[in-house]
């Protein structure tokens, strides 16, 4: 691709000074002490927190495209304190309860500390630290998210982190034409992912870090990364890769790349923000299982999306048609909750692809023996979590003793995904029972409780 391309695979990376102009790619045989593939969020805050621990030490990355060219830079731009799965840490002994809680606090902790790395870093991601809403539209909403409330609560969070917005609070901060209550998250800000993930690199590679970029990595194989360009040689190898892992030789069913869908509107004149909230940039949501997302931009749009498809034999795809029927279906959905907006015009559409682990939670780990680290398997939280799995990623290459390598983020390899054809005809089946289970609770009713189960024993919210 030619940095035109680049520049055309999102609303986030259009707008963004950033030239996009490719770094040279791997031109021949090279050696490091680690070397990482994915210029990601977590191959670059990987790399970052290597180098702070230890400014000498070699490290390199290669980078199919370029630096933020996938989730990272093209997301929903929310850095939120959560962690997909987190329920299935919770489950078992006091011990692993324990463990679990943990892991929540350092998640919420984790978005003070990108926001300190952004300072510090003099990264500007449009960072605005106005929190969660995840409003009830309806009575079946409003169960599920009192019942969510009650789960942090039970947890021993307080309403520093978490608490219920009655129905005039939750209105006045995002004003949806039908809105009930709600549950604010403290911890979460809304920012540009492209501005930090390419900012990012740029401080990495300050760092001493090489960036080798339209470098994709064909196989990995036993301290070695090999690529059109040279072989990158290094004592340990990390797969930074989340969505795009199904691309590597021997990986086809590590993760599942799921794809999220969003738009943006043209620039909205203030009085229409006086009467849709989103004073303080509160990224938003509701508790449906086919999950939506939005935020208010920092030049005054409004960025929404929902999960789109998953493509038989994991196919991934990075650019689609403006006309595709799902992009009409999301801007339905945003009118349906801001009816304001219907007047006001779609700019841009785009899509991307994020990484489902088969048990629902994501993984941090390394195995010395075959020379090898990974992180990821965020289903689509990835802003936040990310930092923290690079971070203990870091110290687990390091040899390292810390908090953050004792909690239970830090696990086994992820469990394969079945053969095709069985898990597209799967993961097809469990998207209709989500969406038939949607439909019935917007409809005015409650989800019927044998497909409610069914639909929670396979997704580990």
Known sequence: MDTA?????????????????PRPPLGGDEHVDIAIVGAGYTG??????????????????????????????RNGGWCTGTLAGIAGFMQGDASQRDGGIRLQRAAFDTVAEIERVCDLEGIDCHWARGGNVTFGLVPAHVDHLREEVAFWCDLGFGEDDVRWLEPEECRQRVGTVKNLGGFFLEH??????????????????????????????????RGVIVTD???LRADMIVRATEGYTSSLRGCERTLLPMHSMMIATEPLPEHVFKEIGLENRETFADP??????????????????????????????????????????????????????????????????LGVPRDWRPSVGIDRA??????????????????????????????????????????????????EPLRWLAVSAVRQLGESLDAAELAGGTAPRVREALYDSVVNK
Request: aromatic share 12%; hydrophobic share 40%; net charge neutral.
């Open 229 to 231: 360009g040279g072989r």
């Open 288 to 353: 449906r299982r086919m999950v939506i997302y939005g935020q208010r931009t920092a030049d005054n749009r409004i960025a929404f999306g929902s999960r789109g498809r998953y493509y038989l034999g994991s196919r991934v795809r990075d650019q689609f048609s403006s006309d595709d029927p799902i992009f009409g279906e999301i801007k339905e959905t945003l009118d349906s909750l801001f009816p304001s907006l219907r007047e006001y015009a779609v700019t841009h559409r785009w899509g991307g692809a």
């Open 5 to 21: 391309q680049y520049r055309s695979q999102s609303f986030w990376h259009e707008n963004i000074p950033d030239p996009l102009v």
């Open 44 to 73: 670059l805050w990987t790399a970052y927190y290597l180098k702070r621990h230890d400014p000498g030490l070699r490290v390199a990355i290669v980078e199919a495209e370029i630096a933020g060219f996938g989730a990272s830079g």
């Open 370 to 419: 075959r020379g090898l680290g990974w992180a990821g398997g965020f289903v689509g939280e990835g802003v936040a979590a990310s930092n923290l799995a690079a971070r203990t990623l870091s110290e687990l290459l390091l040899g390292l003793d810390t908090e953050r390598t004792h909690l239970p983020l830090v696990g086994a390899p992820f469990p394969p995904w079945e053969y």
């Open 188 to 221: 979460c800000a809304s920012i540009h992912p492209a501005r930090l993930v390419r900012g990012l690199a740029e401080v990495v590679e300050g760092l001493g870090v090489k960036i080798y970029e339209q470098s994709p990595a064909r196989a990995l194989e």
